[in-house]
């Protein structure tokens, strides 16, 4: 009985340290493609030299960032054959084949163009070319959507009927299946921290770039300007946003699972009137939020937008199905307390911006760097909040978790977690050695767009080579 309860917890563990460097990668790829897409438009658009500088400075990060999510995320696949084969054989009609579009429309939308992306900047023409950078950057969003369908079906199921005798889940409404009730506002919310966490990323960059230039007694160069302005600005914008969406996320948990909500808020019995407890220790034992402090008051207008709007308890249901409160109650302070940092990044570069000093803030600028893995860290604080208040089920309400899991065997368990663990280390710590060392280096001015054949070639029937935009740059933009 241990060695069985220890092999469902290993397999737990080592599905989420695998999902756990995943996750990160196809969010870097999400924001990355468009903030290349971004770059490469307003290059052509513009015709200014400092937007194809910056957009071949991030195309070399964007190629190691995009195949480590491919490998990453391969091993996944395996693992709900080993690990999971009972959740794939019931669950695997419907979410199989949300993966499988997931691979038709998307993986093969990136990888058709991904080479031209990559290496087709001087072999085709702009149009040409700028077109694969999109289509990549749709790609990606594309496999984000249909990833978080089949997380939000297990989430909140819709539009299946269980087969009499197997237990398996046949799909009954597509439609249902895809827009269930929790689908828009995971989108949405995926989505924004996906851009949030790169555009930290790139003004964590740029930032490190202008001190060591103030360093050097030199002004930064424009590219690395530009960029820390445009993470700024993304700041600035999508955090807010991203305060609206998680309250809406909020609404629609509170909606659909509110044991979730229960354990996230420490509550432990329903009532009107609730407060918002800052800190505490959630005891699943005795059933109590341990040196609670809270805010009276507060958790209901955040949960029902009402003063004495009724917040559930933990004890409103069954002790085996609650979640536990015990991480989730802290990983979702984190998200929250690095989202109002990040607001709060945004507001006061905003303020130096209107007083023409946010190239000149010191300040502004290590703070900048020290908030560089925070957009990552809130979203993998934002998905354990997710995916552990799911517990103990793998489909909400239906498929418990332990029922889920292969007859695995203790020692095979503990050989393949440790495997995993060693090899993510060093292929993925060799990985981010890699990217941190080519972020060091500063853009180069001066890059070199498509050639004036290849450009004439595909724009030729609506401009002369010579009018392109960026051709009489002073770095050359455009022609060789």
Same mark, same amino acid.
């Given at each position: 009985?241990?060695?069985?309860?220890?092999?469902?917890?290993?397999?737990?563990?080592?599905?989420a340290?695998?999902?756990?460097?995943?996750?990160?990668?196809?969010?870097?790829?999400?924001?990355?493609?468009?903030?290349l897409?971004?770059?490469?438009?307003?290059?052509?658009?513009?015709?200014?030299?400092?937007?194809?500088?910056?957009?071949?400075?991030?195309?070399k990060?964007f190629?190691?960032?995009?195949?480590?999510?491919?490998?990453?995320?391969?091993?996944?696949?395996?693992?709900?054959?080993?690990?999971?084969?009972?959740?794939?054989?019931?669950?695997?009609?419907?979410?199989?084949?949300?993966?499988?579009?997931?691979?038709?429309?998307?993986?093969?939308?990136e990888?058709?163009?991904?080479?031209?992306?990559?290496?087709?900047?001087?072999?085709?023409?702009?149009?040409?070319?700028f077109?694969?950078?999109?289509?990549?950057?749709?790609?990606?969003?594309?496999?984000?959507?249909?990833?978080?369908?089949?997380?939000?079906?297990?989430?909140?199921?819709?539009?299946?009927?269980?087969?009499?005798?197997?237990?398996?889940?046949?799909?009954?409404?597509?439609?249902?299946?895809?827009?269930?009730?929790?689908?828009?506002?995971?989108l949405?919310?995926?989505?924004?921290?996906?851009?949030?966490?790169?555009?930290?990323?790139?003004?964590?960059?740029?930032?490190?770039?202008?001190?060591?230039?103030?360093?050097?007694?030199?002004?930064?160069?424009?590219?690395?300007?530009?960029?820390?302005?445009?993470?700024?600005?993304?700041?600035?914008?999508i955090?807010?946003?991203?305060?609206v969406?998680?309250?809406?996320?909020g609404l629609?948990t509170?909606?659909?699972?509110?044991?979730?909500?229960?354990?996230?808020?420490?509550?432990?019995?329903?009532?009107?009137?609730?407060?918002?407890?800052?800190?505490?220790?959630?005891?699943?034992?005795?059933?109590?939020?341990d040196?609670?402090?809270?805010?009276?008051?507060?958790?209901?207008?955040?949960?029902?937008?009402?003063?004495?709007?009724?917040?559930?308890?933990?004890k409103?249901?069954?002790a085996q199905?609650?979640?536990p409160?015990?991480?989730i109650?802290?990983?979702?302070?984190?998200?929250?307390?690095?989202?109002?940092?990040?607001?709060?990044?945004?507001?006061?570069?905003?303020?130096?911006?209107r007083?023409g000093?946010?190239?000149?803030?010191?300040?502004?600028?290590?703070?900048?760097?020290?908030?560089?893995?925070?957009?990552?860290?809130?979203?993998?604080?934002?998905w354990?909040?997710?995916?552990?208040?799911?517990? /103990?089920? @793998?489909?909400?309400?239906?498929?418990? +978790? !332990? =029922? %889920?899991? &292969?007859? #695995?065997?203790?020692? $095979?368990?503990?050989?393949?977690?440790?495997?995993?663990?060693?090899?993510y280390?060093?292929?993925f710590?060799s990985?981010?050695?890699?990217?941190?060392?080519?972020?060091?280096?500063a /853009?180069? @001015?001066?890059?070199?767009?498509?050639? +004036? !054949? =290849? %450009?004439? &070639?595909? #724009?030729?029937?609506? $401009?002369?080579?010579?009018?392109?935009?960026?051709?009489?740059?002073?770095?050359?933009?455009?022609?060789?």
């Open positions: 009985m241990v060695s069985t309860a220890t092999a469902l917890l290993l397999a737990r563990f080592q599905f340290f695998t999902v756990g460097f995943h996750i990160v990668f196809p969010a870097f790829s999400i924001g990355l493609a468009a903030y897409a971004v770059l490469e438009g307003t290059w052509l658009k513009t015709g200014r030299q400092v937007y194809l500088d910056l957009y071949q400075y991030w195309l990060v190629s190691i960032v995009f195949a480590m999510g491919v490998v990453s995320g391969l091993v996944m696949s395996y693992e709900f054959g080993t690990n999971w084969s009972v959740f794939s054989r019931k669950a695997g009609p419907i979410t199989g084949v949300l993966l499988s579009y997931e691979v038709m429309t998307a993986f093969f939308l990888a058709g163009f991904l080479g031209v992306m990559l290496f087709g900047m001087n072999k085709v023409g702009r149009g040409l070319h077109a694969a950078t999109c289509l990549v950057s749709l790609g990606t969003l594309i496999s984000m959507t249909w990833i978080l369908a089949s997380n939000s079906w297990m989430q909140t199921p819709r539009g299946y009927t269980i087969e009499p005798g197997t237990g398996r889940f046949l799909p009954a409404d597509w439609l249902a299946i895809i827009f269930n009730p929790s689908f828009p506002f995971r949405l919310h995926m989505g924004l921290a996906a851009f949030l966490s790169v555009a930290f990323v790139v003004g964590a960059t740029a930032a490190g770039h202008m001190l060591a230039a103030r360093r050097r007694g030199e002004q930064a160069s424009e590219p690395v300007r530009v960029m820390f302005s445009m993470a700024m600005w993304m700041a600035t914008i955090a807010p946003l991203q305060l969406a998680g309250d809406m996320h629609n509170l909606e659909h699972q509110p044991a979730k909500i229960a354990a996230m808020e420490g509550d432990w019995t329903s009532e009107d009137h609730a407060p918002e407890l800052l800190l505490g220790i959630p005891n699943m034992k005795t059933e109590h939020t040196y609670a402090v809270g805010i009276p008051l507060l958790g209901s207008l955040i949960l029902t937008h009402s003063l004495d709007g009724k917040v559930p308890g933990m409103d249901f069954p199905d609650r979640p409160s015990y991480i109650f802290f990983t979702f302070r984190i998200m929250v307390a690095l989202g109002m940092a990040m607001i709060g990044m945004g507001l006061w570069s905003l303020i130096l911006r007083r000093r946010i190239y000149d803030s010191a300040a502004l600028h290590r703070a900048a760097v020290v908030m560089a893995p925070v957009g990552f860290v809130a979203l993998l604080c934002g354990v909040t997710t995916e552990v208040g799911r517990q /103990p089920w @793998t489909v909400y309400g239906l498929l418990r +978790t !332990e =029922n %889920s899991v &292969s007859p #695995l065997m203790l020692p $095979s368990m503990a050989l393949t977690m440790t495997a995993f663990v060693v090899v280390f060093f292929v710590g990985g981010l050695i890699l990217l941190v060392r080519m972020l060091r280096h /853009p180069q @001015t001066g890059e070199q767009g498509p050639t +004036t !054949e =290849n %450009s004439a &070639s595909v #724009l030729g029937a609506r $401009s002369h080579p010579h009018e392109l935009p960026g051709h009489d740059t002073p770095h050359g933009s455009g022609p060789a």
